[in-house]
C-alpha cells in the first residue's frame, strides 16, 4: 500500500474510532492548540495527523501545526491555549533544531504566565542542559533510560486525579521506558509493570505525569511510539483529558478506556472480511478488549453477544475462526447455540468445538455430545477429548461404548476420557464393560 494512501487509512480508522469518546455541545469552546513537529527521532510524519485527529474529531479542539517550531514567537504561543509537542533534536549534532534564547523565553513566560504544554512519548527528548525545561516535563530520556521490545503490557491509572477519574485499565502494544531521568517532584497518574523478561527493571514505571509551572500545567504522556500504539481507547481517553487539564486546569471530556456499543460495531466491522496475510492490527484491538473485558461482566456479556453474532454469517473464515477463539475466554450459554452450528464445519469446527469445550454450564457440554453422536474418525476423537477435558459425568454412557470400538484410536480416547473424568460413575462403568 502506498504510504499515502497508508496514512490516510490509519488517520480515517482513529477518527472514526475516536467518536465515542467525547460528548460536547455545539457551544463548547474549541481549546487552541499548536502542535509543534517537523523533527523527531520517531515517525513523526506518520503520528502528527493521527495526533491531530484525535485532537479534533474529539470536538474540543482546534489545531494548528507548525514544522518549524523553532521560529516560534511569543505571539504564536500566545493565541494558543497549550502546546503539544511531537517534535524534538534528539541526536542533533551541534545546534542543529534548537530554540533560539528568545524562544525559550518566550515559551517559559508562556507557561508561566497560565499556558499548557503536552509531551507525547519522544516529544521531551531533547534540552537535558535546560534545567527549567527539564523542571517543566518532569521527566525525560536520560542517561541509563531505556525500555526492552515493544510488547503487550497493562497500563493502570495511580494516585487521584481529574485526568485519570473514573478511567480504568488497559492494556496496549508499545514501548515501555524505564528509569527515565526525573526532574522535580512530578506526579505519576499511570504506571505499569516493567517486566524482566521484557528488558525491564521488575517494578513499576510511571508513564503519564503532570506538574505545574507558574500558573501553567504540564502532561507527559509516555504511550505512542507510532500510530498503532495510538490506538487504544486508553491512550486516547489520555491524551484528550490530559491536554483539556494543560489547556485549563479542567477535565470536562467524558472519556472513557472502555468502549460503547457502536465502537464495539465498527470494531467487529473492521475485523469481518480479514483474511490470511492481512494486517493484524484489528485483530489486536479486538483481542485487548476481549482481555479487559474478563473483569468486567457487563463488557463481557456485550461483547460475548455480538461476536457469537458474527459465527454463521458471510464474514470471512478467518474472522470465524478467530471469533471462536475468543468466544473461549469469554463465551457464555448465550454463545453455544451459534458455536454449535459450527461444530460439522470442515474448517470451523474444531475452533467452536475448542470454544465450547471452555464455556461452562451444561449447555456447552449438551452440543458436544450431540455432535459426538454424528462423528466419526479423528473428528470424533476429537469430541471424545474434549469431554474428556470438561470432566463431563453425564458422558460416561457414551464413552463406556466407545471403548470398545472397532476402532482403536476411538477405543483410547474413551478409556483417557473416562480416567480424566473420574470417579466412582467412571469406574463402576468400566467395571461393568467385560472386554475392559
Known sequence: MPRPIRRFVVVLSVAVAVQGLAVLGADTPRLRVLLLTGSNNHNWRETTPVL????????????????????????????????????????????????????????????????????????????????????????????GTGHGPRHEFEVRMAGDHPITKGLTPFRTTDELWHRMVVAGEPKALAVAFSAKRKSGTGQDEALVRVTEFGKGRCFNLTLGHDSSAMRPLGFRALLLRGAEWAATGKVTITASTVPGDADIDRMLVAISAHS?????????????????SVGNDALRARLGTKLAALLGTKTSAECQGFVCRQLSIIGSARSVPALATLLVDAKLGVHARAALERIPGDGAAEALRVTLARTSGMARVGFINSLGRRHDAKSIPILVKLVTDADPQTAGAALDALGAIGGLDALDALLAVPSV
Open 52 to 143: 491531530r485527529a484525535i485532537l479534533e474529531d474529539s470536538g474540543r479542539f482546534v489545531v494548528t501545526v507548525t514544522e518549524k517550531p523553532e521560529e516560534s514567537t511569543g505571539a504564536d504561543f500566545a493565541r494558543h491555549d497549550v502546546l503539544l509537542s511531537n517534535w524534538n533534536n534528539f541526536g542533533a549534532k551541534g545546534e542543529q533544531g534548537d530554540w533560539p534564547r528568545e524562544m525559550r523565553a518566550a515559551f517559559l513566560d508562556y507557561v508561566r504566565k497560565g499556558g499548557g504544554f503536552v509531551v507525547v512519548h519522544a516529544g521531551g527528548s531533547m534540552f537535558a542542559e535546560w534545567q527549567e525545561f527539564q523542571q517543566l516535563i518532569g521527566a525525560t530520556w536520560g542517561k
Open 276 to 292: 490470511f496475510g492481512d494486517s493484524r492490527e484489528r485483530l489486536v484491538d479486538v483481542k485487548r478488549l476481549v482481555y479487559a
